[in-house]
């Protein structure tokens, strides 16, 4: 069965992961307010169509930091992609080098980066702010030597959001409910894939956080919660910017003043973020602050956004609105968790037909010309 | 049963399509956004009634292009109708005829130019911008020979929009998905009025673009996209200008810029369109750009309206917002599609009835006297 | 069983009725979008409370022509009452008398109009424009003699308005469908009241209008159709104020201009109302536009507003926005409906006490005193 | 089973209680518009987060009438609370003082204020204007001689709002439909706490307001609507301020102008409030007029809001928005019904947790520096 939308995707993961999996993917914190803001407001946003232009040859690639990008997209950050399918995270980086954009990969990925790395994909390394410096400072080195692109500062998430439908699946730290295990036992594709052959995924990007043998995703959540240093303040990121030579980016960004004080600290990038509606609920939508944003930090800083793509014209919408990509997170995982390779493939393949029809559809050939009067609010 | 709204008719249609032509008929892109959107936007109009005006006689008669219509309406374009009724074109032309309204053929309609001619109708031929314009020139050719008063070319459809049903409903090019071919079965109805007497419709006015052997509807529509020429522009207008003696109409423009482009070009009207929201789905609804593109033209250029019309006073509320008249496109499908010929006559007598009765209400006597004091936004 | 709300009012009225009855009761024109904007407006309207004002004596009344009503609400015209309960005129008229407020009869009510004199309600009689202006003279005639205080003349309503609830529920004028004369056998308690004992209702106010024996309810519908002179203008409101010497109010504008006309014509009042959605389906709701109304007619003419209007709030909200009262049209029906005489008077007393309590949670004793400082939109 | 929020608690409370008190907890006004309207606007305001805060320690205290509170959070007063379990308004002083913050007793509560006061809570005594005065006063004596902090005058339920939920369950004053009293046989566990131990609860801080033997809640209700002095006016609210020596409140304003005559009548805060959508259907919510309150009566008065607030995030949108704390009505109440003691602590941890969880992530450390620059309207 070929899916043809994203959304068929996501239907396809849904019967292929046991419930767990799917609300860990899906949700979002407390009313998941703002999970549908996201998409209401990117599908209130309206894209005004000429026609009568040559769009015949229509070319997706847009540069970001010097170097051009197939599709104006990349893949966000996301932690546990070995539990949707062995070695997630490879998986999905496979796809990314493939369609011809970079990778982002999670700090608490299941695929050490040195793997990653040499899938040849163009790589960033997403880090959270563990208190342990030193061991941070470590962790930034492999970075450097695998040859990472970029750094990607994740913001936002320190103080933990509160997802309910994850807090409900478990009797204790990383012990499901009966109800739940139960449930797993009726996904033995999931379990032939990802449980029985190897276990249950381990961090691979943590090493001397974790104590001996706590590795194991089974028990480092709750040590990890503990780790994360929720003092940082712009006066780290300056002195993240010293340790580390290349791109650096800061993601959670929503507000314009940030973005600013992110530039003058000597960031390359931000991530406009509501960490997919998984954070704080109450949260503006990403794609609704973009354009001050942009507006705030000139045309020189590089702006990524994120939350709620889920259709190629939302990447269009995102250009238009002054960001130089997006971020593809439950999109592209939809496809991995629902078929692993093919799906991520296919995930990805959606995406860019989309954008292109999307292209076509508003007369403009090129996606490094769209801009502010292709859109509109309606 | 005598059906009394639009809406009955499609209930009616339901029953007698298969699904895989109801959902041809029905949808819309993507997340059907934009089909939505056109309801709603007609939906929040309000018109003004003024009381106590006499309304004993009145008019619905417009003039177009120099000639009355007897309502402000115009059959759209639409391909494949001999799906839904045997010869669709020719029964549709005939209850256009009749009720004094021009008919718009499509290009990928399935009985011959000339045969629409014979029915005395006030004839359009709707082109599509394919890549053989040799070909294309001899098609316009015929058109003039035909007596057309209108040649439209569509513009808005060169790269296909994403219609998921439809794709849904294929294993392979043209091929139904099994499912659907069972529920073929359950249509007796349809098959004996369209697939046994006649089999799959044939392109009768495609003539020398498709291969011997290849204009069955089954074989021709990824040949038909491939012919699709995305290169077009406004040179390509004023080529087409050229060659057409007469009338000349642009459908798919949405914005103001455009009609004045198309006007600048030498078209003698726009068709302000969606495409009835199975193309770009972010698009807005042509009937909140239309007072901009009338205001952009100016009195003299021919505005049409269309996408999302189903009752009467939707017709007054595009008159109330500029336009000269408003296609109908899926409103007299459903009834050509719940009873041939009867079911189309009963559409355009209900719209009749309608725009009629509409008048009554908002105290003007006549159609060519609605105008922007009619209207308000709720 | 007692009511508690006019909704609860409703849903006993929708087990004591047939289904024909209680659709026509309920329905409204076309898609009921203008039925369903008479309550979304009223319901976004709020009321701002002061507080620790002394609200231990309320008063509802308010002068209406120069004497005062008990509350700000008139019994609305409605045709056909005796459909719902014998004699509902009558039934009506007792129990607006006894609650202190004017009845306006419709014209093709069942009851003489001169019987509903007699119950020494405060009496309006409403009519319609027919084509017979000797016979609507004639009528008139017979107000005056029997002390009408008012003649309301409906203007709104010569194009008939588009209620499919009713077409659907005959098989040709006045004859029901199978399926609804069926659900008539399954309402006993209806048939006893109203059908058994004295057969379908006659019109007892259209007398000449009518040829002989054609008085019945069943026959005369298409008959009167046919009558409604739609040629009407205000040259026709200003020869009909010289034939009444009495209060003449307009029923049906929407406007303030239309508002200023009628002034100009010499009436002392207008009803503001879109015949409670079962006209022009695209109409504002009244309450919307009452204020304009207010502004241009200046504080002598008579305002009266209706349409929705199902709460005790809703008519304080009437008086905020500058109504001298608001009529009752479903609200004081579905009384009726449901338990007859006292059924209407539950109704009353149910509005009666929430316009009471109303006053109370606004702080302002007087229903003369409530005014625009009281609301404001959410 | 552990509550992860309060929608949590009500459902666990929806199950131990039968239907009668349930409805009377949960229910609003009329159409429960202001209910919904409560929600709506809260969730509809957006919190702009700030990043790279030191938000390591957060200090959620502030100071209310220059006394620290733990959280800007005050028990709002609910009458009939020992009717969710037994002695409910001690249970829930308890989890107040645990909790750091102000315990508001309701006149009509079930326990003795000196009871409460025994507790060591910051006790706060909420009255009602009744018409003896004298016996007012008395009330007020022995709040002063049990210490109370502060006197709140409800000024917005002297005329009691119309809850039609608690009237359908009746079928005469205190008499319960039969239908519900059957429903309560099939709720035993809170049968077992509350009604067989103690019979039905009394009311304990009314005393010589009821007549001898009349201070069962089943005997009281219709005694008390009659005593409601719906005369009151600022005048008897400076007698107040002149009995009453220490912090004086009044509860249920709504509007800047009648905060402004609070505080010129000597009142030492405000209560905004709708009093949870239980009186004015069409009342705004307090959340939307808290703004211009504020702005009103300056930075010295207190000003408190309440109604609807669920959700630690809300708290720190009233701090945002100018409240000095906001008032939990049922979000205390839920746990209360749904597990007594540990259920209302559980509710406090859960708001005291989300408001952490909140300042963290939007990068305030200090509740007391949470300001406008924190909020935004979507
Ligand atoms: C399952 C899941 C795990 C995530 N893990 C991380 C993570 O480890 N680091 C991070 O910076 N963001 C993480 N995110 C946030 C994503 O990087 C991204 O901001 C978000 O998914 C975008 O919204 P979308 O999913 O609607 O596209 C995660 C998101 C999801 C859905
Ligand atoms: C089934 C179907 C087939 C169509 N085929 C064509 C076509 O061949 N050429 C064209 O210009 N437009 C085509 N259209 C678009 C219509 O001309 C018209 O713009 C649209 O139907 C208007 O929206 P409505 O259906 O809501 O009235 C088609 C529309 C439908 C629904
Ligand atoms: C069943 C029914 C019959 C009506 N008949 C008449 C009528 O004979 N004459 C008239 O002027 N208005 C008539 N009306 C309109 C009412 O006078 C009034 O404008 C309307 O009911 C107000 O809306 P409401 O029903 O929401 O209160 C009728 C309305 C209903 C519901
Ligand atoms: C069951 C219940 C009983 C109440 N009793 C009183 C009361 O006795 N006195 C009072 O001033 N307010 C009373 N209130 C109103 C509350 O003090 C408070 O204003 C309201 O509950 C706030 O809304 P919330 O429940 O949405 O938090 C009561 C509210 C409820 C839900």
Redesign the interface.
Known sequence: ARA??IAELRAMAARRLPDFCLEYLDGGA??E?ALA?NRRVL?E????????????QRELAVPLFGTEIALPAVIAPTGFNGLLTHAGDRVLAEAAHAAGIPFCQSMVSTVALEDIAATGVRHWMQIYPFKDRDNLAAVVKRAEHAGCEAIVLT??A?????R?WD??NYRAPMKLAWRKLLDVGLHPRWVLDVLVPHGMPRFRNLGDFLPPGMDSAKNAAAFLAAQM??????E??RRLRDLWPRRLL?K????P??AL?AQEAGADGVVVSNHGGR??????APIETLAAVRQAVGAEMTVIVDSGFR?G?DFV?ARALGADAAMSGRATLYGLAAAGAAGAARALEILRG?ME??L???GCARMDEVDARYV?R?
Chains 1, 2, 3, 4 share one sequence.
Request: hydrophobic share 35%; charged share 30%; net charge negative.
């Open positions: 043809h939308s407390d009313d307010l803001r599908d946003i309206l894209l005004l169509p000429r026609t009568l232009v040559d769009v015949s913001t936002d320190s103080v933990f959001g509160n309910e807090r409900r240093d929720t003092s940082l303040t712009w780290d990121l800061v959670g960004v929503l507000l003043e940030d004080r954070q704080l609920d109450c949260a503006p259709r014209s919408k989309e029809r999307t076509g559809l508003i509109g309606g």
